[in-house]
């Protein structure tokens, strides 16, 4: 008895909402804020490299973040955190960005001066 009231409500709440597909918006997002994307700002930016573990990257002084999205591991593992000394940065891994050509994998780090 339980079974049949269960399925009755949940045929019922299909049928008020007009269907599964039709409670889903089709209708494209929008730019509510009218600006235009900040992929110009990028001409702006200025690239470091680091040669001792051989990536490049960029600092956010909005956050006072310095990041990278570069940092390639052959095997796939990364450190959840390592030190620069020379620049005096503490970098901390935030995840994987992408699968690398021939293998490997590319991190995404952020790190802060100390």
């Not at 900040?38 to 960029?58: P, Q, V």
């Not at 002084?61 to 955190?81: I, W």
């Amino acid at each position: 008895m339980f079974k049949k009231l269960v399925v009755g409500a949940l045929v019922a709440g299909i049928a008020l909402t007009g269907g599964v597909a039709a409670s889903a918006s089709t209708e494209g997002v929008e730019n509510t804020k009218k600006t235009e994307p900040s992929i110009a700002e990028l001409g702006n930016t200025t690239y470091y490299y680091n040669s001792d573990y051989g990536f490049w990257f960029t600092h956010d002084s909005d956050r006072d973040v310095y990041k990278t999205y570069e940092f390639y591991s052959s095997d796939g593992y990364f450190a959840n955190y390592f030190e620069d000394t020379n620049r005096r940065i503490k970098w901390y891994f935030k995840g994987v960005v992408g699968d690398a050509p021939g293998g490997g994998k590319y991190g995404h780090y952020e790190g802060r001066q100390y």
